[in-house]
């Protein structure tokens, strides 16, 4: 019987999909929510379909805000309720090894873009340092998404309060929070982009990919994708195996 | 036909500083003690004996410019000029009270509403003129200084007004910041100094002159990275490493779904 | 009660203006609808327009109330009411702040502790009409029906305030005027046998002293003199001892010296008699005593009016010139508050005299007698004869030629004090205020302590409601119905208003009429008024057949009387028939028949003439009120630089105002708006009642600083005749 690695709590998967489903309705609306043609990324076409969609600027706001709030709750429901397994996923996710990962960081999209042909061309060679639980473009990224949600959190909750009880002088707050609002969302965006690419398009990662529906991946994945990982799970007792 | 544009025309020189509109405008728009959305502006006065003495009084309120400086600094849009009236409008929905356009005007027009806490100024009283009555500070004002209309329909009293006296009319205008706005004054109108250099707030030019084309950048690269990677995933067959391992099984798997895409 | 005609205007032009939003959100792009349904314009919730009169001064322009839900929402002029052409200033604006003021009296309020004290207890309708009617009554027998004391302010109700008192038996009745305009009542009276309504719309030359036509606001000439400066080439000279509105919009402005306006016009007929300016044939016709005046004014000549006035020789004589060649467009613009010095009917006759040299009398640009209204007077009345009355009013004998139906509040004031000629003993005011507006609050506050029973009828606790035995609240002018109304507007109009309730009267709050009427059936006097309000409007439209209609429909009746000439072929109701430069009456009482200059008194070293004046936000001591306060936050004290350096003031310190009467703080305007010798500030600061918010401990009262003096022809109160130190508060 082959063997599976548990690797995804119905947790995770919960708040992970609940995340992605938030980000992408959040990240449209939120789009549409701006409008200027200085700082309007889509142009203005965007915008002005997203209202008229919505029937106007004001319910896509109510909207976003709304979107806004099940998105802090899943996550304040997901830490009250699984509290270990969100330590689990910091650690991990901020554990780096830093000579180990930046070599990976630096070779990987090498080789992910231009082969291990490129990376020889480049004088490098192919092989790609062992990864543990996230390798580490897997913790760039979680670790973006999980500051810049921070951000998008505080500061989304800041403008909302700019509309329920923020006075006059505090508008200097609400404008700042405006930038690191759009900042944050920039930024997590181009790495989602990457992120999406990989596990759901990304043949290698596939089995990962999986394992957000499942929990589990195969040996075969782990051993390859996250060995550091995988030998310390084959090394501990009782690792759990499929029926 | 010209798109519309709606407008005041004022003979400053009428105006006696009786404070009229001012009043009848913080009613008919309840607008909060302490803030107004219109003005009358004093000149210094000129205390001279006989013949020399004078002051001039100016009514004013959000010019409704046709470049507008609150425009732009509004994130959001929901202060947007509208090209069906011409007027600078505000969506009370849309706004989130951000004061950014209250720094950039250069008049002042604009203040944040402390209970609805949102931006409010001038919208040459909306709901009046959905009644079909004139904006509140025109109909009261006792020597009838105001006069408003479209300035694009010739037959309207504000055109006739502006057409009359094409040569003689002033626009206040900081040196600075000119928002091109659509308040005509007739003839000489004074005080002109009292503008104020339209503020981009400083979160709102960083947005515009830096975070946005970087983003497009980093957005960009990320969304090349992934074509690049898919084109190298889509040109090359299924992974080695996964064969060199013996795992047949999953790689055959791969290729044959490859194979499906590709056909 | 007659319910409310609810008078409601067409609503066409409300239902073309919603058809053409609906198209517009049609075609608007996606945002409009989110602006408008992020606007109040989103529900266009429906406005019942309701026509009123305005009562936030004297004027009673016609407004039209927009009314949501049975809550005023908005004041509007009514655009059909040409007395104000058309307008409402900030104060009419402000009616709704009054109307809804938290600082409202809502119920009948009983003094209980000291007066002034501010303890009041609550009791019922029936009890305080019970007790003022037994208070009156034990007055009214053991002192005689003149013991009460009777003062009414200007309102469309007053009249029955005046009436109660006549049947009560009351000589002592007096209002807000004799500390306004009587001097100048007296002084037109006495030259043209009535009171002119200037035709500024049509004058050529406008020489404005002591009115201030842009601030304290009359219509229709505030309006008109802007129309005729700036559409019809009128000049407009202010001679004034402030750089006022008026005089900042003015072609010419003299900083006369207070109290000399009199040696100006005198060397101004000088001019035009000198040198026979003058419309001879018209003069012969219509005046009488052309050769004394003729006489009389060879003494003053421009070069003696300048050392008095402070204005050159030269322009006095070119002013004088320029009015005389426009004439009869031309003239001395009569005003109104001329409470100012002791001799100012004879000021205010050299103002008329001069308008009579400009043969301006009945003619286009020029004065105007009254038009015909044709309202009836209502339900007549005679009133008892009470045999226990005293000879005549307790002010009497004192101001020669005093408006007897008027009297002189502060001569009353005087007479109750000393209990001479005899006890007064009541008081009965409604919507007056003389604490806050009469000089001297001081020896107010002793009249007030020397009643036996007091009783203020008003909508808020003003300071003469504050030292009352007994309060009771009136409705305002939005909440109830009143009488018709005429009015005059020179050239403008003569016309008819009346008012009906725009909302129902709020609280406890009754009209002054329902008092009158309810203490007169508890004093046996019901008989005199037998009647409610709808029929005695009835009876005074009775004459003039499609005025109810033109009510309804317009808010105002217009009656096309003849304008100009309404004095051919007519007599002048003076003792010559004719216009009086020479008054035989003044000669027969031992008066001056023309004017002769006194010189003011001079101002002591160190100290200010202080002059009183008007602002367009503010009537009298209505100052508290939340939208006007904004516009005028502060009670301001003007010194003129040169003096506030020697004092060590700066613009904006806190300053201390002090007569011999009183003092108070205010804060420093230093400007050159000011002449040196001259202070000024506000009206209706420095509120003594703790039931007024906003105006209670504000500033300083300008009533508390005031001297008392008069007039000595008509017994107007002087309120130039006062001098303050200022210092600075330490």
Sequence with gaps: MERRFYRHSRWDIFIHWLNAACWLLLLVTGLGLISNPDIDPLGGWYPAMLRAIFGGGANLLIFHIALGVVWIAGFVLYIAFNFRGALFFLRELFSVDLPRDALWMVKKPIQMTLGDAGLRKLGLSTDIPDQGFYNMGQKSFGQASVLGSLVLAVTGVVMVMSRTSLGEAQTGLVSWSILLHYLSAGLVFAGLIIHVYMAAISRDERPGFRSMFTGWVDENYAKHHHRLWWEKERAVAGVREEE | MNKPQYAMVIDSSRCIDCKGCVASCKVANKVPEGHFRNWVKQSAPVVAVGKGAGQHFQPGACMHCDNPTCVQACPTGATWKDPTTGMVEIDRGLCIGCGNCIAACPYGARYRHATMRVADKCDYCAERRAHGLGPACVDTCPTKARVFGDINDPSSEAAILLAANQDRIVRVVNQKSDTKPNMYYIAATAPLDWTVEAKMPTPMKLMADALTPGLRVAVGFAGLGALAMLGRQLLTPASKEHDEDGQNDQGERVTERNAETEA | ?730
């Design chain 3, 1 to 730: 009660m007659t319910p409310n005609k609810a008078r409601r205007i067409s609503r066409r032009g409300f239902l073309k203006a919603a058809g053409a939003v609906a198209a517009g959100l049609a075609a608007a792009r996606p945002e409009t609808v989110a602006a408008v349904a992020g606007s109040p314009a989103a529900t266009i919730t429906e406005w019942e327009s309701r026509f009123s009169a305005c009562d936030m001064c004297f004027n009673r322009c016609g407004l039209i109330a927009r009314v949501e839900n049975g809550v005023v929402r908005k004041l509007d002029p009514n655009p059909k009411f040409l007395k104000s052409r058309g307008m409402l200033c900030a104060r009419g604006n402000a009616g709704i702040a009054q109307l809804y003021d938290p600082d409202r009296l809502k119920y009948p309020l009983l003094r209980v502790g000291e007066r002034g004290e501010g303890k009041w207890k609550r009791i019922s309708w029936d009890e305080a009409l019970d007790l003022t009617a037994q208070s009156l009554q034990a007055i009214r027998k053991e002192y005689s029906p003149s013991g009460v004391m009777f003062m009414a302010g200007s309102d469309m109700q007053s009249s029955f305030v005046n009436r109660f008192a006549e049947v009560f038996g009351s000589f002592n009745v007096t209002s807000h005027e004799s500390n306004c305009l009587m001097s100048n009542t007296r002084a037109y009276l006495d030259t043209f046998g009535e009171v002119p309504f200037p035709d500024v719309l049509n004058s050529k030359y406008v020489l404005m002293a002591g009115a201030n036509r842009f601030e304290a606001l009359v219509t229709p000439d505030s309006m008109d003199l802007m129309t005729a400066m700036r559409e019809r080439g009128c000049k407009l000279v202010v001679l004034d001892p402030r750089f006022t509105k008026t005089a900042a919009l003015a072609h010419e402005w003299w900083p006369i010296k207070p109290g000399t306006d009199m040696a100006f016009m005198l060397a101004c007929m000088h001019v035009i008699t000198s040198e026979n300016l003058y419309d001879k044939a018209w003069v012969a016709e219509k005046t009488y005593g052309i050769e004394q005046l003729t006489q009389h004014v060879k003494q003053y000549d421009p070069r003696w009016a300048e050392g008095e006035t402070g204005i050159p020789a030269a322009d006095i004589a070119r002013m004088a010139r320029e009015m005389a060649a426009v004439a009869p467009q031309a003239m001395v613009y009569p005003g109104r508050r001329s409470s100012d010095y002791v001799n100012s009917t004879q000021i205010r006759r050299s103002f008329a005299m001069l308008n009579a040299l400009l043969a301006n009398w009945d003619r286009p640009g020029g004065l105007l007698g009254a038009r015909e209204v044709g309202l009836g007077s209502g339900i007549p009345f005679s009133a008892p004869w009470y045999d226990e009355n005293p000879f005549e009013r307790a002010d009497a004998g004192i101001a020669p030629l005093m408006i007897e139906h008027e009297g002189s509040y502060v001569l009353l004031r005087e007479a109750v004090l000393k209990g001479e000629p005899y006890p007064l003993k009541g008081f009965f005011s409604f919507k007056v205020n003389p604490l806050a507006t009469a000089p001297d609050r001081a020896k107010s506050i002793e009249m007030m302590k020397a009643f036996d029973f007091s009783v203020v009828v008003d909508i808020a606790m003003s300071d003469t409601a504050w030292f009352a035995d007994l309060v009771l609240p009136a409705p305002s002018y939005l909440e109830r119905m009143d009488p018709a109304s005429a009015l005059q507007g020179s050239s403008a109009c003569a016309c008819v208003v009346d008012r009906d309730p725009v909302v129902p009267a709020m609280f406890e709050s009754r009209p002054v009429f329902d008092i009158c009427k309810a203490l007169a059936q508890r004093l046996e006097l019901g008989e005199f008024f037998d009647f409610d309000m709808a029929a005695f409007r009835k009876a005074q439209l009775k004459d003039l057949p499609g005025a109810e209609k033109a009510l309804a429909e317009d808010g105002v009746y217009y009656n096309p009387s003849k304008v100009y000439g309404i004095y051919e072929g007519r007599i002048y109701k003076t003792k010559s028939q004719k216009i009086e430069f020479f008054n035989q009456r003044y000669a027969d009482e031992g008066l001056d028949p023309m004017p002769v200059y006194n010189a003011p008194k001079a101002v002591p070293d160190g100290m200010f003439r202080m002059v009183v004046g008007r602002s367009a936000v503010y009537t009298h001591s209505a100052t508290n009120n939340t939208l006007l306060r904004q516009l005028e936050p502060d009670c301001l004290l003007w010194i003129n630089p040169k003096r506030a350096d020697a004092l060590g003031i700066k613009d904006g310190d806190a300053v201390i105002v002090q007569s011999a009467v009183g003092k108070g703080q205010a804060k420093a305007l230093v400007t050159e708006a000011i002449r040196a010798d001259t202070a000024y500030m506000p009206t209706g600061f420095g509120a003594l009642s703790k039931g007024l918010s906003l105006a209670h401990g504000n500033g300083a009262s300008m009533a508390g600083v005031l001297e008392s003096n008069f007039d000595a022809i008509s017994g107007n109160a002087a309120m130039h005749e006062t001098f303050v130190t200022v210092t600075r508060k330490a």
